[in-house]
């Protein structure tokens, strides 16, 4: 019984500290931003590590964009470039945009952010 309890212990950290270390050695960065009416376009790229993200996500002004509001779905592997369009986010000129990377169910800290020109 006891190694039960400290085994579902020592397996949910050995996954806090496998995500942790994806977040460390995967990096992106904001190469670009431009707003098209209620929508922002991102250029980001991919600029270290070799594991896919489960996703990325955007926050504008403080706020998250609903992953139903970022297009394409598809993310960059590295040294990879993609434009995505953050739809309805009523963003202009002199608002900040962060680019954030998932791995698994782990969210990294801001991977970069860059106030819009």
Same mark, same amino acid.
């Given at each position: 019984? &006891?190694?039960y309890a400290i085994s579902g212990f020592l397996n949910e950290g050995t996954? $806090? *500290?496998e995500g942790s270390a994806d977040c460390l050695t995967n990096s992106f960065s904001i190469e670009a931003? $431009? *707003?098209s009416a209620n929508d922002v376009n991102a250029s980001i790229k991919k600029i270290g590590g070799d594991i896919t993200p489960?996703? &990325?996500e955007f926050i504008v002004k403080g706020i998250k964009v609903p992953q139903g509001d970022v297009s394409p %779905? %598809?993310?960059p592997e590295t040294g990879e470039t993609r434009v995505?369009? &953050?739809n309805n986010v009523n963003a202009i000129s002199g608002d900040e945009v962060? *680019? &954030?990377g *998932?791995?698994?169910t782990k969210t990294c800290p801001t991977a970069d952010s860059e106030i819009i020109p």
């Open positions: 019984i &006891l190694w996954k $806090s *500290v931003l $431009s *707003v489960a996703r &990325l %779905t %598809t993310w995505y369009n &953050l962060a *680019v &954030l *998932v791995f698994g």
